[in-house]
C-alpha cells in the first residue's frame, strides 16, 4: 500500500505525458514531424525521470509498470511498441522476465482487487502533489 500511495503521483505524471503525447501526435499531419517530436520527447523524459527511476527497486518498478497500465489501458509492453519500436519492446519484455514480470501484461482489475481498492481511494480523494514526491526521490 506504501509504495502504491508513493508511486501514484509519478504514475499520474506519466499517464498526463501519456495523453499529452497522442494529443500531440493526432494534431500533427507528417511522420517525419511525428518522429521529431517523439525523439525530442523522449530526449526530455529521459533527462527528467532516469535518475528517479533507476532508484526504483523491483517491486516499486512493478507497481508503477501497474497503474500506468490501469491508467492508460495499454500494456506497458505496448506503450513502448508504440512509441518506441518493436525491437525495444522485446528486448525491455525479455529483461523484465528475468525479474519476473511481464511488461505485456493487460491490467486486470479483477485479479489485482486490492491494487484496485487502493487505486479507487487515490482517485476519490485529494490526490498527492506529484511534485511532492519528485521533489523527495
Known amino acids: ?5 508513493d508511486l501514484w503521483p509519478l504514475a499520474m505524471k506519466a499517464t498526463n505525458i501519456f495523453t499529452d503525447v497522442l494529443h500531440e501526435l493526432d494534431n ?6 511525428q518522429k521529431k517530436f517523439l525523439k525530442q520527447k523522449e530526449k526530455q523524459l529521459s533527462d527528467e525521470f532516469t535518475a528517479q527511476l533507476k532508484n526504483l ?6 507497481i508503477l ?4 497500465a490501469r491508467n492508460t489501458n495499454h500494456s506497458v509492453y505496448d506503450l513502448i511498441k508504440e ?10 519484455n525479455t529483461t523484465s522476465k528475468l525479474f519476473g514480470y511481464n511488461l505485456k ?5 479483477a485479479k489485482y482487487k486490492d491494487f484496485e ?8 480523494n485529494q490526490q498527492p502533489e506529484t511534485d511532492d514526491y519528485l521533489a523527495a526521490h
Open 65 to 68: 509498470m501497474r497503474i500506468i
Open 83 to 92: 512509441f518506441k519500436n518493436p525491437a525495444s519492446a522485446f528486448y525491455w
Open 117 to 124: 481498492f487502493i487505486c479507487q481511494e487515490l482517485e476519490d
Open 105 to 109: 501484461e493487460e491490467y486486470d482489475a
Open 1 to 5: 500500500k506504501k509504495h502504491i500511495y
Open 28 to 33: 500533427t499531419d507528417s511522420k517525419r514531424d
Open 57 to 62: 527497486n523491483t517491486t516499486e518498478g512493478e
